[in-house]
């Protein structure tokens, strides 16, 4: 197309949002209305999918549950009074907590003050409070957080190396909705076992996110932990942010919470249209699909021009892939679908692999997040009439622009700044998006059948490792592998049983290998 008919292009398809001073341009997608009108028909059921979804309908058969993220930036739509309710007290709990924190009226054993917040969870619950503590935490927070998000025993000791003599001022956050996921059980355990080496009592310390009743609930009201707020199981972890598992968190940091949950609020009202052109989540949509065939054929590459939204495709990761990428559709075809995410910030990130975005293989589409203000206050020149700010959108507009000329297409979401309204409606925006596309797609959002799959599979494995330990307990001679797996019931799983045992051997856990490493069948193990 030439330069006239592109900038009438982006005048027609341009979204504009006057509250959130938002724009979406989808303009640089090269679909036709031929191919809007062909999908108007999946969009009219997937706008009644979505209204079904807020009103309480059964969005999650295999836990039979509801998927209600929305009620908890407008608690008027649960389905419940009693919802409403829970809804609106727990957020003034959370805003009441993270008063007295503050101010000290609840404080550390010996101390006045809390000074640090270590918050340990997994998937959703790690993800998305990693990415608003790094969009929106201030430069000096009330507390400062660090993140557990991982069962890598380093890792765990970096966060407390981290933290050093300042743990006897340190909140801990536990957030996981049934208590027993391994991650989070762990980091728990392990952060518990660095407050008592102190002689620190762990119990004044710490506050839990979980459901009602949950093994970790249980933990909270036996030891008397400090505080405890709910999970509830009609929200899924990727769409939690707006929860006490987000809240909690960004209002210790000093994070205005009503804000976020006002551009949530905001964004959600403006994606509930039925109008596609506008309805940004519905753009977006649409963009997905044709880009992709409707079958993920292209990945997403994310791309924020902001330090501050460095995480936004971390976060972006976990929402789209493991909301859409499922093996089975609504009516039990195997169709894999799903849509891959990457990408990183600009411009640092694009001298890694625009040349490639540009040259390479077109397997993918590009959105890039524009943030219209440079800084608070004015800028330095660099350059005569020419500012830093300047040249970061003089990087964005030019990629925009080069990957258009060489046939790869993008769409470009713009705010005013980060703040915590439109980071909010960020998180809102894509959320929608999301459920609209697998509504075009016939996939179900909101379970992740894969993931339990493998929680189960390294169970198996843990369960194999106590069997194999077992076996070699009760030897008094070194065996071969072959003869290690025979002996615990696992003939199959010698491969398994080797990789476990050349994990414990690398960890001094008593194991001794003997023989040619290069060839493990040739190996014997004893315990030493």
């Known amino acids: 197309m030439d330069a006239k008919v592109l900038w009438q292009r982006y005048q027609d398809w341009l979204y504009y949002h006057p509250g959130l001073e938002l724009y979406l341009d989808v303009s640089r997608m090269r679909f036709d209305d031929a191919f809007v009108k062909s999908l108007q028909p999946k ?11 807020e009103k309480g309908a059964i969005a999650n058969p295999d836990e039979n549950r509801m998927v209600g993220h929305y009620w908890l930036r407008n608690p008027d739509l649960a389905p419940s009074s009693e ?58 927070p009330p507390l400062n957080i660090h993140f557990i998000d991982n069962t890598d025993p380093t890792g765990i000791d970096r966060v407390l190396a981290h933290i050093g003599h300042k743990l006897a001022t340190t909140l801990v956050l536990v957030i996981s909705k049934s208590g027993g996921t391994p991650e989070p059980r762990n980091g728990m355990i392990e952060v518990k076992k660095a407050y008592a080496a102190k002689n620190l009592d762990f119990a004044k310390y710490a506050v839990a996110i979980t459901s009602e009743g949950s093994n970790l609930d249980k933990v909270v009201k036996a030891e008397n932990w400090l505080a405890s707020f709910p999970m509830y199981d009609w929200v899924g972890g990727r769409t939690s942010e707006m929860s006490a598992v987000g809240l909690v968190p960004a209002a210790l940091q000093g994070i205005d919470i009503r804000a976020m949950l006002a551009g949530a609020k905001e964004m959600d009202d403006a994606t509930r249209t039925s109008n596609l052109k506008n309805n940004p989540a519905a753009l977006l949509a649409l963009s ?19 330090d501050s939204l460095l995480l936004f495709s971390r976060y972006l990761q976990q929402l789209v892939m493991e909301s859409l990428g499922k093996e089975k ?36 589409f590009a959105t890039l997040i524009e943030v219209l203000e440079d800084r608070s206050g004015t800028s330095p020149e660099i350059d005569p009439g020419v500012t830093s700010g300047d040249y970061l959108c003089g990087f964005l507009l030019g990629t925009r622009q080069a990957l258009y000329e060489n046939n790869r297409d993008s769409i470009t979401v713009t705010i005013p700044q980060v703040n915590p309204r439109t980071v909010g409606a960020l998180v809102a925006l894509y959320e929608r998006a999301v459920g609209l596309y697998a ?58 049983i080797y990789k476990i ?13 003997t023989g040619n490493l290069a060839k493990p069948g040739s190996l014997t193990v004893s315990l030493g």
């Open 43 to 53: 969009f009219d059921k997937a706008f009644q999918d979505m209204a079904a979804l």
């Open 329 to 364: 559709d609504l009516d039990g075809k195997t169709v894999y679908q799903g849509i891959a995410v990457y990408g990183n910030k600009g411009s640092t990130d694009q001298h890694a692999y625009v040349q490639q975005l540009r040259e390479g293989v077109p397997n993918f």
């Open 83 to 140: 919802l409403t309710q829970q809804i609106v007290q727990t957020l003034e709990a959370i805003e009441a907590f993270a008063d007295q924190i503050h101010t000290g009226a609840i404080h550390p054993p010996k101390e006045s003050r809390f000074t640090d917040i270590i918050s340990i969870g997994i998937g959703g619950s790690a993800l998305g409070p990693q990415f608003v503590a790094e969009a929106l935490s201030p430069d000096s």
């Open 288 to 306: 997905w699909y044709y880009s992709g065939n409707g079958k993920g054929e292209k990945d997403m590459v994310v791309l924020p021009y902001k």
């Open 501 to 513: 045992l050349r994990h414990l051997h690398a960890n001094q856990r008593g194991v001794v290998l």
């Open 439 to 496: 509504s075009l797609v016939n996939v179900n959002a909101y379970h992740q059948p894969g993931v339990e799959a493998g929680k189960k599979a390294a169970a198996v494995i843990l369960d194999l490792q106590q069997k194999v330990m077992k076996v070699l307990q009760s030897e008094k001679k070194p065996l071969s592998l072959a003869e290690v797996a025979e002996k615990a019931g696992a003939s199959a799983e010698v491969e398994a």
